[in-house]
């Protein structure tokens, strides 16, 4: 199984980015996918997923209304498409897959798989 995420970059406050994470060896479709970042010196914290079954998106309060993740199952690919950047979502981002044991999408212990992460940098 590997996860390849790509999409981060150096953008101002107020830009905005999309990450992908492109999945394979795996039935996407038996997947949930999730986004969790990790800032410089400060814990990994949970951002987005997207359940397997209905597609039913859930997000960290601080992205509600900023970030909108969503899969595109014909290409294996979840997406974090984020707006309205903000210096404080500088972190790296890791993309996940959980199988459909996979109950509480908020916790990393729930995924089976991880890429590799990239880097969003917010800054002007």
């Known amino acids: 199984v590997q996860l390849q995420a790509s999409g981060g970059g150096l953008v101002q406050p107020g830009g905005s980015l999309r990450l992908s994470c492109a999945a394979s060896g795996l039935t996407f479709t038996n997947y949930a996918m999730g986004w969790f970042r990790q800032a410089p010196g400060k814990e990994r914290e949970f951002v987005a997923a997207?359940?397997?079954?209905?597609?039913?998106?859930y997000y960290t309060d601080s992205v509600k209304g900023q970030f909108t993740i969503s899969r595109d199952n014909a290409k294996n690919t979840v997406f974090l498409q984020m707006n309205s950047l903000k210096p404080e979502d500088t972190a790296v981002y890791h993309c996940g897959a959980g199988d459909q044991m996979a109950k509480i999408l908020s916790d990393y212990d729930q995924y089976n798989y991880w890429g590799q992460g990239t880097l969003v940098t917010v800054s002007s």
């Open positions: 997207i359940s397997w079954s209905r597609g039913v998106a």
